[in-house]
């Protein structure tokens, strides 16, 4: 049963400033009887070597691991699942919090916990770690001084040298991706003047429109007061470590609609797809000025794939979201969600089906007429149209960039995956630059 599961809670942050305050954050809860702090230091990774310190009762531990594989994925797997199985199992322990390291990331772990197999722990059955524990709440802590900086560049975390120079992930990715998936979000705005105060509100409101926001001056005036009234604020309906649907609404939660200190998001809905080479040419306008963007696509030469488009910052994802429901079989649709395919009944077309593009655009220093104009232009026109529809084996011999294959390290493929840096977009790994 759910109650019977040991309860986690994570916190995550960027290095620097919020770091030390999931650090901060982390002794605070850990002073509560029973409650056990986990963190892996990830700084000496690229040596194979990590770090576990565990916090319980007022006692500490260090435990040096040596990994054959210096990954972030190959610690979950290894070590983090295993031991968050153990720690369950003992009755001295009433809560985890996890404090991870920058270079984890909160949803990875959460989806790792629910999903990832753990085998050979000693008298418990193999399984997902999902079992035994479950997730309470994610807190995540931001710096007002430079995290919308951050959230819309285009460093990457190797860059910053706090990872492998393999890692491709960018400071963005980390930056927007901890803020989006947090239940809470704790701010640190000692420093940060007016106006970055005011956009990073404008913009943590629209990424994560349930979360309750605490401002603090800094780390060190951090007490569990605080802590105790944003945790409480976390609504019933918050994520608590759930996946994204990517065929949900990608305005749930109710974010303002309005602009905000040059903050505003961008609707861009569609039932005409889009050529895929224009739309390559296109996608620029999504990585200068825009905190992130996301959602379905058509591409007019993958009709039956929905298309998943990511940013965060300078940084692109193109990845597949399965099929649309006019190309599954009877068997396939009998298994998606009714509330997907009764939205799709309401748009559903004689010929295309359910097909159709929905993205939702959060833009700090971009034009948003400019955005709406460049991904218009990239539409298929009416003769292109036609041959959709009356000669679809001409479309298939079309470029397209986004179709090629790439395969992140420690066997985790992602279909069509991209890295866009700069001004400069691609769609192929950098292996096959």
């Not at 986690?8 to 942050?13: H, K």
């Not at 565990?54 to 295993?82: F, I, K, N, Y």
């Not at 429901?325 to 969600?337: F, G, I, N, Q, W």
């Not at 929905?358 to 149209?385: F, K, Q, T």
């Amino acid at each position: 049963m759910a109650s019977q599961r040991k309860p986690v809670l994570v916190l995550a942050g960027l290095p620097g400033r919020a770091a030390d305050g999931v650090e901060q954050a982390a002794r605070l809860l850990g002073e509560k009887p029973g409650t056990v702090v986990v963190r892996h230091d990830l700084s000496e990774l690229r040596e194979g070597v990590v770090r576990r310190t565990v916090r319980l009762d007022g006692r500490e531990t260090v435990t040096v691991l040596e990994l054959a594989h210096g990954c972030v994925s190959c610690t979950l797997r290894a070590d983090l699942l295993p031991y968050l199985c153990l720690l369950a199992a003992r009755d001295s322990v009433r809560r985890i919090v996890l404090a991870l390291d920058p270079a984890f990331e909160a949803e990875a772990v959460c989806q790792a916990i629910d999903d990832v197999p753990v085998a050979g722990v000693a008298d418990r059955a193999d399984g997902p770690a999902g079992r035994d524990v479950r997730i309470d709440s994610v807190l995540t802590c931001i710096d007002a001084r430079d995290w919308l900086a951050d959230a819309t560049g285009d460093e990457t975390i190797a860059e910053r040298g706090h990872a492998t120079a393999e890692d491709e992930r960018t400071v963005a990715q980390l930056a927007v991706g901890q803020a989006e998936f947090a239940d809470a979000l704790l701010v640190f705005d000692a420093g940060a003047d007016l106006v970055d105060r005011e956009r990073t509100n404008a913009v943590l409101v629209r990424l994560a429109p349930r979360a309750p926001i605490s401002w603090v001056a800094d780390p060190a005036t951090l007490d569990v007061d605080d802590l105790t009234w944003l945790l409480r604020r976390v609504p019933a309906d918050a994520r608590r470590g759930a996946g994204f649907d990517p065929h949900a609404s990608l305005l749930a939660g109710a974010p303002p609609l309005e602009s905000d200190s040059g903050v505003a998001l961008v609707e861009f809905a569609t039932d005409r797809p889009f050529h895929p080479d224009r739309l390559h040419s296109a996608i620029d306008v999504l990585l200068d000025g825009v905190v992130s963007a996301r959602g379905r696509a058509w591409l007019a030469t993958q009709s039956d794939e929905v298309v998943w488009l990511e940013s965060a910052g300078g940084g692109l994802r193109v990845g597949g979201a399965g099929k649309w429901l006019a190309a599954m079989t009877s068997r396939e649709l009998a298994e998606v969600d009714p509330e997907r395919r009764a939205l799709a009944s309401l748009r559903w077309h004689e010929q295309f089906g359910d097909r159709h593009t929905s993205l939702v655009i959060l833009v700090a220093d971009a034009d948003p007429d400019e955005i709406r104009a460049a991904l218009h232009w990239a539409l298929v026109d009416e003769d292109e149209l036609r041959q959709l529809r009356f000669a679809p084996e001409r479309v298939a011999l079309w470029s397209d960039p986004f179709g090629d294959q790439h395969e992140e390290p420690c066997d985790t493929p992602r279909s069509g995956e991209a890295r866009v840096r700069g001004n400069q977009s691609s769609t192929t790994s950098e292996e096959n630059r």
